[in-house]
């Protein structure tokens, strides 16, 4: 579904990523793991299209994606793509049905199709009730699982995680890294996870660790 094939990324005279390969399989869960400042978010970024490799290929479903131009790769992100990031980054203003939205207004769909799967989404990660709550009034776990609501809303190929339960207790941790899995087998859906937890890092289908820039064999 997903495939790396020799990627190189450096900030200056700071070689990050160096001939790095990888492939993804639909529905499967994969965790990346590495010392700080080894490019795992680098990586990250790079396979959901946020930065851009210095060379290399990224191909999803058979589409070199940074061949395409800007305003067809945000389509894509949009379409294919979801973020679920440390941070929850939910827009302060809006409810958590509105930010579960968000994506989906952005791709145009139809506004009252998406609010009701916004909703079936929120439901099924035990928000019922919380629709029309902004942000401020939601515990942190809360606030996570209305990003992985948001994530899901276009029904994306893959889901990217960048450090998703770092800023969590123990307990909504665990409940979270619960919820991957429970949507993996339910929708059979792709994640790729960056993670310090070594729990969740070891739940996942793969481990895959990055040292001196490449894929640890």
Same mark, same amino acid.
């Given at each position: 579904?997903?495939?790396? !094939? *020799?990627?190189?990324? =450096? ?11 990888? %492939?993804?399989?639909?529905?499967? #869960? ?13 990586? &990250? ?7 851009? /490799? +210095? ?5 999803? *479903? ?16 949009? %379409? ?10 939910? &827009?302060?203003?809006? $409810?958590? &049905? @509105?930010?579960?939205?968000? /994506? ?19 439901? =099924? ?6 629709? %029309?709550? !902004? ?6 776990? @809360?606030?996570?699982?209305?990003? #992985? ?6 029904? /994306?190929?893959?889901?990217?995680? +960048? @450090? /998703? =339960? ?11 890294? !619960? ?10 859906? $792709? ?10 890092? %070891? ?7 990055? #040292? ?6």
């Amino acid at each position: 579904m997903l495939s790396v !094939k *020799n990627v190189y990324k =450096s900030y200056g005279h700071l070689s990050v990523l160096k001939g790095l390969d990888l %492939e993804i399989k639909k529905g499967e #869960v994969v965790s990346i793991v590495g010392a700080s400042g080894a490019g795992k978010s680098t990586l &990250l970024h790079i396979l959901g299209t946020l930065d851009s /490799p +210095d060379r290399g290929e990224v191909v999803l *479903n058979n589409t070199n994606v940074f061949n395409m131009n800007s305003q067809a790769l945000a389509s894509m992100r949009n %379409e294919n793509m979801g973020f679920i990031f440390q941070f929850h980054n939910l &827009l302060p203003e809006f $409810t958590a &049905l @509105e930010n579960v939205c968000i /994506p989906g207004f952005i791709g145009k769909k139809n506004e009252e199709q998406v609010r009701d799967r916004a909703r079936k989404l929120l439901a =099924s990660l035990g928000l019922s009730g919380r629709e %029309e709550h !902004k942000p401020s009034q939601l515990s942190g776990g @809360e606030q996570q699982r209305v990003a #992985v609501a948001r994530s899901l809303i276009n029904e /994306p190929a893959i889901v990217f995680a +960048d @450090e /998703p =339960s770092g800023n969590l207790d123990s307990k909504n941790a665990q409940e979270l890294h !619960k919820l991957f899995f429970d949507l993996k087998d339910q929708f059979q859906q $792709t994640f790729v996870i960056v993670t310090h937890n070594n729990e969740l890092a %070891e739940m996942a289908d793969r481990k895959l660790e990055i #040292v001196d820039g490449v894929i640890a064999k």
